[in-house]
């Protein structure tokens, strides 16, 4: 082998190159560490056969009369720096993906080009024994004319770099940058690329985002804050406006109980006051869900206190169990005499916090409406009762026994105190007879409360990983 080196090193390292382009393409990029450690290996071997032939790249080519020989054994010795510099490169970047730095892009590229420039000089030096000194001092003054020319972007460009180096954001986050929101898709060497929630693509110098305020909505994790504000007549008490605000808080069971959630006083007029409701939430995903329906929810438990907006004064007062009426899904079809009939049979009902209104198994002779409050809604799974949702103004319980003989699969507990309405099962089931519609909707809730007790007790836990000592024991 050595003397093979010794008798053909130019043809032998010549080759060497050729097969070093060959695998990088043939390799597949998803083969990074395979690619990588192939160039590595044949960088080692092409050092090897041009220490084995007599040649350093830490000095010129020796001189032969043969002008061609001379002239590939310095394009050699070049390319053992350009290459070398290569090689140093990519295992720069393995390490940054390794360490799972997308950022670490625009440092890699930044790193990648001084190695490249010191790899030039250092082969004008050894190799071609040019006058570097000289060199470097006229790069420098035009390296001093390209900065000023190039202010900007340079700005731009080491700001890139400190962004993906102290990583305030990265890919996938959802930031505000200087009022701008959206979803970062990219960083390059300019600028950050956002999609905004209509759908349009924001560019914003990295200049402009180092300085800028900045706010991270995807970081924590594992808390996001949802926000709702209203405006009330000032001459509402606000005790009447916290109490609604805050059971509509608890109306829902996708805000976490830490942070606490609260409300608050954000602005006050004389003519009215902005109060803001204010939560959070597990997963981002569910900020709009969540937000929307605590708009809901805030709507109809401050119509529950009284809070009323758009009042028609033309209209004749009505009882709140008639505008009840209006909002329950069930009785809709029934025409505006008949829900002013039955409003009239509704007898008022109050419950205390934490307090079983219907248990598991039971059959109640009384069709309950909400008026204010909330309720919880849990089914038993095992030994252990499992929440299924939360009921707030104008939803029913004890349906049961009206459309079927089926007992209450689930209880029904007073998280807040409550205003409810009982209707007599007997006027139902009057209601029933005469209004097919009615029946049909009460099949339909009823059937849908089923499916989704069903569903809930099919959710399989989440799987608690094992991790530290008990995970070592473990494998």
Not at 60 to 78: G, K, M, S
Not at 388 to 405: H, N, S, Y
């Amino acid at each position: 082998m050595l003397a093979l080196i010794q008798s053909s090193p130019l043809l032998l390292g010549t080759a060497l190159l050729l097969l070093d382009l060959v695998l990088w393409q043939l390799l597949p990029a998803q083969r990074r560490a395979w690619r990588i450690g192939a160039r590595l290996v044949i960088f080692l071997l092409f050092s090897a056969v041009l220490l084995a032939a007599g040649m350093s790249p830490l000095q010129p080519a020796a001189e032969t009369d043969d002008v061609a020989r001379n002239l590939l054994a310095t394009v050699l010795t070049i390319a053992w720096w350009l290459i070398g510099a290569r090689t140093v490169t990519v295992v720069f970047g393995l390490l940054l993906v390794a360490r799972g730095s997308h950022g670490g892009r625009l440092l890699q590229d930044v790193v990648g080009a001084l190695i490249f420039l010191a790899a030039v000089v250092a082969a004008a030096a050894y190799v071609l024994q040019l006058p570097v000194k000289g060199l470097l001092a006229t790069s420098g003054v035009m390296a001093i004319v390209i900065g000023l020319a190039l202010q900007s972007t340079l700005s731009d460009v080491f700001s890139g770099i400190v962004l993906n180096t102290t990583r305030p954001y990265q890919i996938g986050d959802s930031i505000s940058i200087d009022g701008t929101e959206g979803k970062v898709v990219d960083i390059d060497w300019r600028a950050t690329r956002l999609i905004t929630g209509s759908g349009s693509l924001a560019v914003i110098p990295n200049s402009l985002a180092a300085k800028a305020r900045l706010l991270n909505h995807s970081r924590p994790a594992d808390r996001h804050g949802v926000a709702i504000s209203v405006v009330v007549p000032a001459k509402v008490r606000p005790r009447r406006v916290f109490d609604a605000l805050e059971k509509a808080l608890q109306g829902t069971s996708a805000l976490l109980a830490s942070p606490e959630p609260k409300v608050t006083v954000k602005a006050a007029t004389l003519e009215s006051v902005e109060y803001e409701a204010s939560a959070f939430v597990a997963d981002m995903a569910r900020k709009t869900e969540v937000r929307n329906q605590l708009f809901d929810l805030a709507h109809r438990h401050l119509e529950a206190n009284g809070v009323m907006w758009n009042l028609d004064l033309a209209r004749p007062a009505r009882s709140r169990q008639r505008e009840l009426l209006d909002e329950v899904r069930v009785f809709r079809s029934l025409s505006g005499e008949e829900r002013d009939a039955l409003s009239q049979r509704m007898t008022a009902v109050e419950y205390l916090a934490d307090q079983v209104i219907l248990g598991v198994g039971d059959n109640s002779d009384h069709l309950l409406v909400i008026g204010s409050g909330v309720i919880q809604a849990s089914v038993r799974n095992g030994e252990r009762l499992v929440e299924a949702g939360r009921m707030g103004p104008g939803e029913v319980l004890g349906i049961e026994g009206l459309v079927d003989q089926d007992d209450s699969l689930a209880e029904f507990r007073t998280l807040t105190s409550c205003l409810l309405y009982r209707i007599e099962k007997d006027q139902v089931r009057s209601c029933l007879e005469q209004r097919g519609e009615v029946k049909s909707a009460l099949t339909k809730l009823q059937r849908f409360r089923q499916m989704s007790r069903e569903s809930l007790l099919l959710q399989k836990p989440p799987e608690v990983k094992k991790g530290g000592f008990l995970s070592w024991l473990h494998k």
